[in-house]
């Protein structure tokens, strides 16, 4: 039996099905789907199965220093949430003749694979081979498995040594700061080795904005008329150049206005004309994937996550690439042909295929692993895809296409005209060949209409404006932007950038997009370039990535890397020694920085968001105890505190958030005081307590900002139905006949939520948590159902038991999140 061993779930069942022409039959073997047909296996594992930690004996906190760290052994052990997987490639593995590794060809996919090939090690000594490919296409599956190739463990060391390096930089730094800063449990500070680089450069662009001094200048417009079109000239010193458009001296500025403002016409001096080639844009390697996925409003991560997905259901190449140039056996026109009868791309396929043969556009940087981002020809059914996976599959369908397009063509106008001594300008464009935009409508294409002029023209003055700006501060970084940062300066791979950025969002160190840095971010930054400098220095991380790639190439060793990155890291610490104390007093006040909403209005010290030992937030005093001023805060989501202040209060803005049901709490003194004011609105009688002692049911705000109806003899009679945060409720004439209730509607910016009697409607929602079956859960329809069945979940029972990572790995479309909470829902 031939045992094929692949990276996820999803890429076993599309090779067994490509290699199989369909045929291959699931079983599951300790819960885990094995495909079979002939005498071939196949089975995907979820990522890597094993990890790097440190021995049993260095996981106390309180009794290892962290220092110790840097001289202790890592230890590889099965993954605890994938031992299932462990032990069915064990079991398959003792019946093989051959094995063939089918991982991602990348250097994490390259040491995923030596992990399994050590597994089956472990209990064969079956020949083990490597399939590699840059799709899941047929024909390049069939080809890969047609022309097997041995392991490259150099490239598979270069991960190992990156596991090792940042496990032992990232474990033993996130110690120190922490221990120091008195920081512990899931309130710890996470440093690591590229995320600090990183988040660096976030920190400084913000010390660069809050250091601008913004200058005043004024700008002069006209506005002219040349036989019933008004078009606009600006003002600009001839003597300096076109360029030079701003006035600095309001004087000056107002001096100027008042002579063109006086003036009845302007005379035309200058025409000039020219024609622009304007080429387009060479193939998507990651960074300008990511930057282009960016400007249509996805996170780096979503971006990434939404390109896996449609590679490994076989429609696009290997998203992780430097390469910005096709491959020479690429076969374009087949690629096109292949759209001629989509309904979508079609036309502009047809087209380009009209078109002269035209030699494919390229970047600079060529590599030899993976092609440039494009299409495989294997093109989804329209109800295939999500709504996300379709736009980003149109974004690299039409890149492909744009690639191959021809260039556009522009036609520039530039108008000098002059009011006495002063001169104005005009700059027109139109698109004479549209080339390359008619099929990639994501770049600019505007025109500026500027009328046909000749010299000497006298043309009337229809208005004059001044307008006082202020010079800008550099602008923050969007996260394309910043990973386009990244890749300049050396810091991370393109496999790791935007998996950075995301950890530095989940570490409360960035909030917003772009993203901003938090106190704590700053205090982190601040203490490493005082007391630690390498922690945060680019050129150590891009050193060490240099090194790995070193070790890719067969250049170094393993050992070699791990020991020059222990050394640098013992430098830290001895810099770090001396000053343990005065980095903890640093980063303490940035935390409570972080925390603090302003004066309590009964003592005047600060307020402070604080966890319950329940682990629930409100707001309590610093000066307690003898202050015990509290305000409470919603029970759903995590407080973050914005700049915003309430001018009443002094009180700064709290943020919940809580993934896609993420709102804004405002001032919580405000939100107490308003549910406070509000008076209860009676509805009815409570069905619990209304027949023996006169309890009625009333329409309540929480101090919290949360909504219900509850009885209004709580907290004698604790019954209560919840209502919608947001939205105006208003009680109609209309009354439920089961319970005499009337019936509400909310009223937001939304269409009207009809909620009617509020028992019915909570029965109603009871009624749909209470699942039966799969396709009786919130957000799971009936192709998702589908896409469960075919990896094996097919009942409640089934979801219950399965691991979420497995499962967000396994079926396209569905995060880890979601399992979590359709298990949830299915208990």
Known sequence: MELLITEKETAARNIAEILSESSADVERRNGVNVYKWGGRRCVGLSGHVVENDFPPEYANWRDVEPVELLDADVV??????????????RLLARDADGVVIATDYDREGELIGKEAADIVREVSDAPIKRARFSSFAEREVREAFANLDDLDYDLAAAGEARQEIDLVWGAALTRFLSLTAKQRG????????????TLKLIVDREREIERFDPETYWELFCDLLKEETTFEVQYFDREEGRGTDRLWDESVAEAVHETLWEASTATVEDVTRRTRTDDPPHPFNTTQYIRAAGSLGYSAQRAMSLAEELYTAGYITYPRTDNTVYPDDLDIEGLLEG????????????????GEESVPTEGDEETTDHPPIHPTGEIPSASALGDDERE??????????????????WEHLGVTAAVSDHHLKANGKRLVEPGYHAVYPYFNATENHVPGLEVGEELPIEDVRSEQKETQPPRRRGQSRLIERMEEMGI???ATRHNTIEKLYDRGYIESDPPRPTKLAEAVVEAAEQFADLVVSEEMTSQLERDMAAIADGETGLDDVTQESREMLAAVFEALHDSREAVGEHLRKSLKADKTLGPCPDCGEDLLVRQSRHGSSFVGCDGYPDCEFTLPLPSAGNPLILDETCDEHDLRTVKMLDGRSTFVHGCPLCAAEEADAEADRVIGTCPECGDDHGGELAIKTLRTGSRLVGCTRYP???????LPRRGDIEVTDEFCDEHDLPELIVRSSDEPWELGCPICNYREYEARQSAGDLADLDGIGERTVEKLAAVG???????RESEADSVADAVQGVSAE?????????D
Do not use: M
């Not at 979601?818 to 299915?826: D, L, P, Y």
């Open 339 to 354: 759209f001629t009868n989509h309904r979508e791309f079609g036309e502009d396929a047809e087209t380009l295929l009209d």
């Open 392 to 409: 980003i599959y149109e974004l690299v369908v039409r890149r492909f296409f744009v690639t191959v397009a021809d260039p556009a063509e």
């Open 716 to 722: 004698d009679c604790e019954y209560s139905l919840p």
């Open 492 to 494: 991370g791979t393109k």
């Open 793 to 799: 979940i097919e009942s409640l029972g089934d979801l």
């Open 76 to 89: 590889v052990e099965p993954h605890e949430s994938r031992e299932n997987i462990v032990r069915t490639l």
């Open 186 to 197: 899931n309130d710890f500070i996470s440093v690591g080795r590229v995320q600090s680089p």
């Open 818 to 826: 979601n399992v979590r909470t359709w298990q949830a829902k299915a």
